[in-house]
């Protein structure tokens, strides 16, 4: 009984070994990327004292897949800052990146909190948008806005929807 159980033991280690060689030699799936965002479709609002501001990929063109389907990568280049003296009230700066692709909608948030002082910053974000297909559109809401007392130059907002559309060839 004894050495009915070891070849068992055995014979499972080395399928759980030959499992694990067969998985890593499958071949990995890369995401596409969309291409950088800085410089491309922008809003920028705000006042001298406080803005935020948004880069979009650029619109109007066909992006290309890397499978058929792929899973999109989403960028989305923000960017704040705060001109009021130090020791200002509060300013939240907010952004928010909402996908929609086949009726799946995915948002991805952040906020930054400034306190004047001169201070600026920026950050990536980005959202991976699964199972795009040949000749399908990916519609992407980008929104930004600062918030702050009134009077201090900080309230302001703006978004816009863009829609990308993918290829494979």
């Not at 070891?6 to 080395?14: C, D, F, G, K, N």
């Not at 907010?94 to 600026?120: I, P, R």
């Not at 948008?129 to 519609?139: A, D, I, S, W």
């Amino acid at each position: 009984m004894k050495k009915s159980m070891i070849r068992t033991t055995v014979s499972l280690a080395v399928a759980s070994v030959a499992l694990a060689v067969l998985v890593a030699a499958l071949p990995i799936a890369r995401a596409m990327t969309m291409p950088s965002a800085t410089g491309q479709t922008k809003i920028d609002t705000g006042t001298s004292n406080c803005h935020v501001a948004i880069s979009a990929p650029a619109n109007n063109q066909d992006y290309h897949l890397n499978s058929n389907p792929d899973t999109v990568r989403m960028p989305y280049a923000v960017s704040w800052e705060d001109h009021r003296g130090t020791g200002a009230s509060r300013a939240t700066h907010s952004f928010t990146l909402q996908t929609e692709h086949l009726s799946n909608v995915v948002s991805v948030s952040k906020s930054v909190d400034t306190y004047g002082g001169d201070v600026a910053g920026s950050d990536t974000l980005w959202r991976n948008v699964t199972n795009v297909y040949h000749g399908q559109y990916v519609n992407i809401t980008f929104s930004a806005s600062v918030t702050g007392p009134i009077g201090s130059g900080c309230p302001a907002s703006d978004s816009f929807t863009l829609n990308y559309h993918f290829v494979y060839q």
